[in-house]
């Protein structure tokens, strides 16, 4: 497979660069596959569906080709994932995602753990270290850490914002020891990336240091998260006749959005021929995206801390590759969006949790809040035009896809991602819900282990000094 770039289409070079480099340090622009193959027929209709680790490897295939093998591929999905993404219905025309059954209980873990083993696969024929920059506005320092934890060739540093992170968050990511460092900067999730964009744009910091990203702009992890998409729309679709007696309704796919990575490989899924009829962009009052959908205009704006705050983006870096791969008419022909403030998602909650019994995060609540929206009247509302198009209240914006009727019609089901265990987040939880959700043994471990991190002031100058001073 060759890969472009964003900036610059004259661009094209092979996996191995695309993933080492993280992004392209002249342009400045994301790396992006030049194709998205499709899935024979028949591997996409077998029924019983395959299993996740034989999706992940017919979908990383394509994009591996020349340069890992099929046994060492094999062997990276094999190690990767010892758990699965988990489908769960909760009513009939509801299903959860759970992406939370990976070692840092949240979705970043898919990402993270198969970057890791790429990386560490093409890192073996270098003789010095490679050196991971990593900002994080929550769940993606513990994945990263977590995945390349005790990866010889590799260290990783992580930046996050100070006080801005949930204090488990911050437990999960500075705990570590050895290869993995994380610097409480005193700053927001966008001062931290841009630290680390400018580190990877500094020509004699790269000098001395060889540097890679690993947050999601990095096309290893983006590419390993478009898995659950396919795996989960196989087994709804499977499912269907035997839940409600809907005949092929529209799967429409709801993702609590942030930096978009998550959303941007549910795209890639959907080339790949995923039986997935549409996307819903949820967020939290870091509405840039739904903005841009509703306007046509997109004005990146300063991040606005909010109870969901791993989706606190208020300039999420894949919408350079949703631009790239769609026109603006394409995307509105594809997507709902939605957005919620704090208070919605206390309420979606505790609704999700009187009507279903499944008690659901604060990120994925954004979700399940706007598919509930949709399903009970919003999209109606939207056809008949009475929807205002007041984009500072929160609700579905004035965008109609094309699946829109079939939702009217009762015709279509909903894949609600859950990108994170309720248990990160206990305290929300127990204020939507009267109670917290119960701990799984591994969080509950790392809550005794010592905070190692380091403090560090939002300066370029600093940060680059610490890098020097301490690789
Ligand atoms: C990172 C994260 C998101 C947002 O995903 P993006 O790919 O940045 O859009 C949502 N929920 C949780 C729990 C996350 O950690």
Redesign the pocket.
Known sequence: MKYTDTRDKGISTDFRTAVMSGMNPISGGLYIPCEFPKLSKTFIDRSPEPSFREVAFEMARPYVEGEISNSDLEAIIQDAYPFIAQVVPIDPVTYVLELFHGPTC???DFGARFMARVMSYFNRTENSNLHILVAT????GS?VGSAFYGVPGIDVTILFPDGKISPLQEKQLSTFDGNVRALRVKGTFDDCQKLVKTAFTDSDLREKLRLSSAN?INIARLLP?SFYYMYSSLVVRNRIPHDSKIENPAIITI???????????GLIAREMGAPIDGFVAATNSNHTVPDWISTGKYTPRPSIATL?N??D?GA?S?YERISYMYTLDEVRSLFASYWTDDSGTLTAINKCNEKTGYII?P??AVAWSAWNEIRNGGMEKLLNGESTNDLNTPGLTKNIPTWANKVVSKNAVGIVLE??HPA?FGSTVAKAIGREPSMPNRLEKVLSLPDKAIPLENNYDNFKEWLIGNL
């Open positions: 949240a979705f970043k506005s929550g769940d993606t994945a999601s998260q993702v609590p959005s942030g930096n978009f990575g998550n959303l941007t490989s969901s791993a989706m983006v999420p894949n995060d990120h994925g990108t994170a990160k």
